[in-house]
């Protein structure tokens, strides 16, 4: 491609995406060699998944061809077992545990909050922790549970064993992994959505933004605080509707129950940053 307006548009667009990813590296003793193998392998996977001819299965040569990647180094990767996408299993438990504890109405107080649940059963209420967890799997010892969200900072037990909940969604203090694990789901996610709209694949995703300059620290932390409730109102919201089987939407020509076909999953993400106005640019 020449050095075109647009192509020069999307080589700092580009740079903007990659300068977090690679301080996440870096931070993670990912270095050049490592990254290049995992871009090449990446894609690769795109070539083979996204860029076929007439829903044909793809030879290596072409996808060398349209990739720049050596032909005996495609062949190799083709051959590698693909990776999960999905969250790990416990972390997608947690999350899900959470998400009821503060959405359901049984496991609510008078005002609507997430309750302190007495830590066991067989205080003789059926509010209580172990019966959250057993609501959610039968599989999973709620002891286990508790002692790894313990670790994480995500609840706390008082001097009444009560089990409570320190934040409004599974988002551990600690716990690396599980960090990266959102990491990847919610980033990923959210450049997937990017990239269909860039490229006019289908009808566009819902991706918005609002964006201001030269406010103050004060001005700054007042609408970092709304920006959150506002966020965690629409985010339970959702989860609400999505538990529903059909969802109620209030839109008459919405309720059209379960459309056959395979199952489909979803993220709805809502996030805040900030930085100084004077900030250098990333741009090369």
């Not at 997430?114 to 010892?141: C, K, M, T, W, Y």
């Not at 709209?197 to 609408?223: K, Y």
């Amino acid at each position: 491609m020449s050095d075109s307006p647009l192509r020069k548009v999307l080589i700092s667009a580009l740079h903007k995406v990659l300068a977090p990813l690679v301080r996440v590296m870096l931070a993670h003793e990912i270095t050049l060699p490592t990254a290049i193998e995992l871009l090449k392998r990446v894609f690769v996977e795109v070539a083979e998944r996204d860029f076929r001819l007439d829903d044909k299965a793809s030879t290596d040569s072409r996808i060398s061809l349209i990739t720049g990647v050596h032909r005996k180094d495609v062949k190799r990767l083709r051959e590698l077992p693909k990776e999960d996408a999905n969250l790990p299993p416990q972390v997608s438990r947690s999350a899900q545990i959470v998400a009821t504890w503060i959405t359901n109405a049984q496991w609510l107080d008078e005002k609507g909050l997430p309750r302190p649940l007495p830590r066991l059963a067989s205080h003789g209420s059926e509010i209580s922790f172990e019966n959250l967890v057993a609501s959610i799997s039968q599989d999973i010892r709620p002891r286990s549970v508790l002692d790894e969200w313990l670790r994480l900072g995500v609840v706390q037990v008082n001097a009444a064993d009560e089990v409570i909940l320190v934040t409004n969604a599974f988002i551990p203090k600690e716990g690396l992994e599980e960090k990266l694990s959102y990491y990847g789901h919610n980033l990923g996610d959210h450049a997937a959505a990017a990239a269909d709209n860039v490229l006019g694949i289908a009808a566009p995703w819902f991706e918005r933004s609002v964006h201001h300059s030269a406010l103050s620290a004060t001005q700054l932390e007042q609408l970092r605080a709304h920006a959150a409730d506002l966020g965690m109102q629409l985010l339970t919201k959702l989860h609400t509707l999505a538990e529903q089987s059909p969802p109620d939407l209030s839109e008459p020509d919405s309720k059209q129950g379960n459309v056959p076909g395979p199952a489909k999953r979803f993220t709805c993400g809502v996030y805040f940053y900030s930085a100084d106005s004077d900030e250098s640019s990333t741009e090369p």
